[in-house]
C-alpha cells in the first residue's frame, strides 16, 4: 500500500464546476504539500499545510490531521486548471525528502 | 526577485556520456533538492544538498553525483548516461530553517539515445 494515495487518479469536469481532489496518508507527517504541475512543464507548489486550512484565490486545501487526509478545492474551475495535481508529504522520519502521491489528472472542459 | 532557475531546459545526450544540470535556488534559500521524474511518472527523489554537503540520498547509483557551491547553487551529474536516465530532472529549493516550503524549477529535460 502506498504511503500517500490520491483519489480520484483522473477527473474530467465542465468548466464552472466545483472540483475535489482527495488526498489519504498513512505516515506521521510535519507538512503536506500540493503541487501542480501542467504537461512538459515544471512543478508549482500550490499550498504547504501543517494543519488547518489554506485559501488562495480560487483554490482551497484543508488537512485534518487525526484522520490524516487532505483536500484540494477548485472553485469556478476553468479550462487553465488542467494540470496534475500532486500531493506530497514531509514525514516527521525524513524532513528531507517529500513522499509523493501518484497525482490526479484533470481536465476542465470549456 | 527570481526564483528557482534551471538550466539547460532541454538536451539531447548519447549513451555512454556525461552531463551536467545546474540549479540557482529562490534567493534566500539555503537547500537544494534533485528529483528525477521519468515520462507519466511520479518524481523521484535524488539527493538534497545543505551546506555544501549530501544531507539525504534516494535510491540512485553512484552515477549520480552532485555539488552546491558556497552561492547555494548547485550541479547534478550523471556519468555513463543510459537510455533510462532519459527524464526531466527537477530542482527545489527551500530555506533549511523553514522545512517543507519548496519552490521548484522548471526542470531540464534529458533525452539519451
Known amino acids: 500500500k502506498n504511503e500517500v494515495e490520491q483519489s480520484p487518479q483522473n477527473l474530467t469536469a465542465q468548466e464552472g464546476e466545483f472540483i475535489t481532489i482527495n488526498c489519504s496518508y498513512s505516515?506521521?507527517?510535519?507538512?503536506l504539500h500540493w503541487l501542480q504541475q501542467h504537461p512538459g512543464g515544471g512543478i508549482v507548489s500550490l499550498f504547504m499545510?501543517?494543519?488547518?486550512?489554506k485559501k488562495h484565490g480560487r483554490l482551497i486545501a484543508t488537512i485534518n490531521i487525526q484522520e490524516k487526509h487532505s483536500s484540494l478545492h477548485i472553485t469556478a474551475s476553468h479550462p487553465r486548471d488542467s494540470a496534475v495535481y500532486i500531493c506530497?508529504?514531509?514525514?516527521?522520519?525524513?524532513?528531507?525528502?517529500?513522499?509523493w502521491g501518484a497525482g490526479t489528472k484533470l481536465i476542465i472542459k470549456p | 526577485d527570481a526564483g528557482v532557475t534551471q538550466s539547460p531546459t532541454h538536451l539531447i545526450k548519447t549513451r555512454g556520456q556525461q552531463v551536467t544540470l545546474r540549479c540557482s535556488p529562490k534567493?534566500?534559500?539555503?537547500?537544494v533538492s534533485w528529483y528525477q521524474q521519468a515520462l507519466g511518472q511520479g518524481p523521484q527523489f535524488i539527493f538534497q544538498?545543505?551546506?555544501?554537503?549530501?544531507?539525504q540520498r534516494g535510491n540512485f547509483p553512484d552515477r549520480f553525483s552532485g555539488h552546491q557551491f558556497p552561492n547555494y547553487s548547485s550541479e547534478l551529474n550523471v556519468n555513463a548516461l543510459l537510455l533510462g536516465d532519459s527524464a526531466l530532472y527537477l530542482c527545489?529549493?527551500?530555506?533549511?530553517?523553514?522545512?517543507?516550503?519548496?519552490?521548484f524549477g522548471e526542470g531540464s529535460r534529458l533525452t539519451v539515445l
Open positions: 506530497a508529504v514531509l514525514t516527521m522520519d525524513s524532513n528531507y525528502q517529500l513522499i
Open positions: 499545510l501543517s494543519s488547518g486550512k
Open positions: 505516515v506521521g507527517i510535519s507538512a
Open positions: 527545489a529549493s527551500s530555506l533549511a530553517q523553514r522545512f517543507g516550503e519548496l519552490f
Open positions: 544538498y545543505y551546506e555544501e554537503e549530501e544531507r
Open positions: 534567493s534566500g534559500h539555503d537547500t
